[in-house]
T-cell receptor
Framework: DTGVSQDPRHKITKRGQNVTFRCDPISEHNRLYWYRQTLGQGPEFLTYFQNEAQLEKSRLLSDRFSAERPKGSFSTLEIQRTEQGDSAMYLC????????????FGAGTRLSVL | AQSVSQHNHHVILSEAASLELGCNYSYGGTVNLFWYVQYPGQHLQLLLKYFSGDPLVKGIKGFEAEFIKSKFSFNLRKPSVQWSDTAEYFCAVNDRAGNNRKLIWGLGTSLAVNP
């Protein structure tokens, strides 16, 4: 499968625990995006990388959230001290950064904070 | 700030009925427009897009959309829906002049097609 892959698909955690999600973009895509989607809503932009540089962060991304893309390939999104309000689907997308720059999405990681 | 409004949150149709889903956006600059679809249990997939040129664009599975600049609209249409079109449909825009091209999304429309 050469699409965007995310791991894990589902994560259940207790409030206050830390969680980390991984996203592997389409090979050679230099742009990577994280979005969050809650029930009944469209996705909301969280952050964006071009290669290894994090170029924009949404105000939605509180200090408890951190994202990295150390080698410009896969990315991780960590949430520290999770809260029930963090329960959502976390989506990753990648794009080539050239031409039409279409974003291709992974299946997402569904986080449930108990 | 950019925003996207989808008028219908839940639509129920019978097979062979015609479909039109409304999408309006709010933004003063030049935008790229998208419709994405999410079938049950699957990831978001691009249905069609408008960047420039002919304002009537055709996508996969018989879908089309028309960009009307004066109305800031990008409505999705299909003349005859099938049961397999049951899915969540999202309209999205991004700033063509912007560097990051982040997508701004509508709330989505849940379409259920009865056989």
């Amino acid at each position: 499968d050469t699409g965007v892959s995310q791991d894990p698909r589902h994560k259940i955690t207790k409030r206050g625990q830390n969680v980390t999600f991984r996203c592997d973009p389409i090979s050679e895509h230099n742009r990577l995006y994280w979005y969050r989607q809650t029930l009944g809503q469209g996705p909301e932009f969280l952050t964006y990388f071009q290669n290894e540089a994090q170029l924009e962060k949404s105000r939605l991304l509180s200090d408890r959230f951190s994202a990295e893309r150390p080698k410009g390939s896969f990315s991780t999104l960590e949430i520290q001290r999770t809260e029930q309000g963090d329960s959502a689907m976390y989506l990753c997308a990648s794009s080539s950064g050239t031409g039409e720059n279409i974003q291709y999405f992974g299946a997402g990681t569904r986080l449930s904070v108990l | 700030a950019q925003s996207v409004s989808q008028h219908n949150h839940h639509v129920i149709l019978s097979e062979a009925a015609s479909l039109e889903l409304g999408c309006n956006y709010s933004y003063g600059g030049t935008v790229n427009l998208f419709w994405y679809v999410q079938y049950p249990g699957q990831h978001l997939q691009l249905l069609l897009k408008y960047f420039s040129g002919d304002p009537l664009v055709k996508g996969i599975k018989g879908f089309e959309a028309e960009f009307i600049k004066s109305k800031f609209s990008f409505n999705l249409r299909k003349p005859s829906v099938q049961w397999s079109d049951t899915a969540e449909y999202f309209c999205a825009v991004n700033d063509r002049a912007g560097n990051n091209r982040k997508l701004i999304w509508g709330l989505g429309t849940s379409l259920a097609v009865n056989p």
